[in-house]
């Protein structure tokens, strides 16, 4: 059972940052690929930023230039790095890993990210 567990979640004023962390239960080169999402409140989730295995990063237009995707393999996590957060960032953040010739996905439980003054 594949097991991703967020951290790096809180309450930061709009302009600050924070950095959110997916540590996984197995090698994170093990999945096709690696990303982060959000879920706002009466929102859809949506991606957010995603890494391929062979290190291709995508990001969604409202984070491009401000959240940065990495990964450190010897420790299995994956990051977020937000920098200049915005209050229409405050959501949910979930961390996603994929594998399979038929796509499985995997699930973190969630980190909650507020940005507010």
């Known amino acids: 059972q594949v097991q991703l567990v967020e951290s790096g979640g809180g309450l930061v004023q709009p302009g600050g940052s924070l950095r959110l962390s997916c540590a996984a239960s197995?090698?994170?080169?093990?999945?096709?690929?690696m990303a982060w999402y959000r879920q706002a409140p009466g929102k859809q989730r949506e991606l957010v930023a995603r890494?391929?295995?062979?290190?291709?990063?995508n990001y969604a237009d409202s984070v491009k230039g401000r959240f940065t995707i990495s990964r450190d393999s010897a420790k299995n996590t994956v990051y977020l790095q937000m920098n200049s957060l915005k209050p229409e960032d405050t959501a949910v953040y979930y961390c996603?890993?994929?594998?399979?010739?038929?796509?499985?996905?995997?699930w973190g439980q969630g980190t909650q990210v507020t940005v507010s003054s």
């Open positions: 996603n890993a994929w594998d399979g010739y038929v796509r499985v996905d995997y």
């Open positions: 890494i391929f295995g062979g290190g291709t990063t």
């Open positions: 197995r090698s994170i080169f093990s999945f096709n690929g």
